[in-house]
């Protein structure tokens, strides 16, 4: 019976339904109580599966039973984070880590999410370089990185070739590191995934010095001794996180002037306001997979908030911002869009539809680190338990002063947000 339940459990995760490899763990736990391994993989299951309370029981059976090991404690601490307890979390991860050797690289690329949660930023960046070590990690350039890097030497390096990593929204959170750097006097040549070049290069223009922006693929792989590396390395080797920007009294670092606000009379008068509820649809990793579903409005919860715009007073013209096959979760609304992104845009015409609007709601993706990055005002709908960049409990971010953010107010509770945020917009409209 035992062996049947694993084999159950295996096949339940081999198509990703995380629930039911739970359930058959929690059997298999069960049968076997002195197993530290299958209340691990119980608990872990439960993790994936978006029941982080759930889990924290089970993974504290785990570690009760086998102190000694260390994946106990690295699931542990995953668990305490989703659960917005970073503190313990930290200390859970430490404990990993001593247990390991401090060989593993998972539990410090973790443990480093963690510390940024905690805005302890230079510890954090340092433990994330070790991201580098995981087997699952395809850098875009091959190593050894950062060759003759300049520690306060602007010129011992002619040119620094610096390269995105992971997703769009991480290279447009950092890449408010590239102004300093530029001001430092180096050439820059920036590779990233063509849909940002043209943003890039307009919105780092005023920036001045010797930047160069392309497509990845569209230039040949520097020398072995190049200076480069990836943008998501910059805050460790120039600190100052969370560095908005070279002028404090500027919070936008992505400026063009077609970005200023020049947002036209529309024909009722009405407040125009874009919409993003969907984040993005990366479904071949477990984990990935997990956030997309944590992150993304379910479509009872979007027509819930398309609904309540309607009935708002005075009724504001709605733009569709939602790219992708997630159009398609507003396929039940009959309401009526007043403008919608074009399905070919690229950052720099979203950018453009953006500055047209007075407010834009989104989730977290990356079209709210772009309301950010070029300082417009936006909305973010945020799990109770959202990614630790974002912090905890705050309606602000130190990260980007045009934002305000919404977290639900209970563990899955979109409605209530939405019913939050609906709220929110019909005292603003009336001011």
Not at 142 to 163: D, I, K, N, Y
Not at 393 to 418: A, E, K, T
């Amino acid at each position: 019976m035992l062996q049947r339940l694993i084999i159950d459990a295996t096949g339940a995760e081999t198509g990703d339904d995380w629930s039911l490899a739970a359930t058959c763990w929690l059997h298999a736990c069960a049968l076997a109580p002195e197993d530290h391994r299958l209340a691990n993989n119980a608990a872990h299951a439960l993790w994936l599966a978006d029941q982080p309370a759930r889990a924290l029981d089970v993974v504290r059976r785990a570690v009760r039973l086998a102190p000694a090991e260390p994946l106990p404690w690295r699931n542990l601490a995953n668990i305490l984070r989703d659960l917005n307890r970073f503190e313990e979390a930290e200390m859970a991860y430490g404990r990993t880590m001593a247990l390991e050797g401090h060989r593993h690289p998972l539990s410090a690329w973790n443990r480093s999410q963690t510390l940024i949660g905690l805005e302890r930023y230079e510890q954090a960046y340092c433990l994330a370089e070790r991201r580098f070590e995981l087997s699952a990690m395809e850098a875009w350039r091959r190593g050894p990185t950062w060759q003759g890097w300049p520690w306060g030497r602007p010129s011992a390096a002619t040119t620094v070739h610096v390269w995105s990593e992971q997703g769009l929204g991480d290279t447009l959170q950092y890449v408010r590191w590239l102004p300093p750097l530029l001001a430092r006097g180096h050439a820059v040549q920036l590779e990233v995934e063509s849909c940002l070049v043209n943003l890039l290069r307009r919105g780092l223009a005023w920036a001045g010095g010797d930047l160069i922006v392309r497509a990845k693929g569209t230039i040949p792989t520097p020398a072995e001794d190049c200076c480069h590396g990836s943008i998501m390395s910059l805050p460790w080797l120039l600190g100052g996180a969370p560095l908005v920007g070279a002028d404090p009294a500027a919070p936008a670092y992505l400026r063009d002037p077609a970005w200023q606000p020049r947002r036209p009379a529309s024909r009722s008068g009405s407040a125009r306001i874009g919409l993003v509820w969907a984040s993005g649809r990366k479904l071949d990793e477990p984990f990935m997979a997990r956030e997309y579903r944590r992150r993304t409005l379910p479509a009872a919860s979007l027509e819930r908030l398309l609904a309540g715009l309607e009935r708002l007073d005075p009724r504001p013209e709605l733009i569709n911002l939602q790219l992708g096959d997630d159009r398609l979760l507003a396929s039940g609304w009959n309401g009526h869009w007043a403008g919608e992104l074009n399905e070919t845009a690229d950052f720099a015409a979203t950018a453009n539809l953006i500055s047209q609007l007075d407010l834009v709601i989104s989730v977290d993706t990356a079209s709210a680190h772009l309301l950010g990055a070029i300082g417009a005002p936006g909305w973010i709908l945020l799990p109770w338990s959202s990614d630790p960049r974002w912090l905890r409990q705050r309606h602000d971010s130190p990260w980007y002063p045009s934002l305000r953010l919404w977290r639900q107010p209970r563990h899955q509770d979109w409605d209530g947000l939405v019913d939050q945020v609906l709220t929110g917009l019909a005292i603003l409209l009336r001011r």
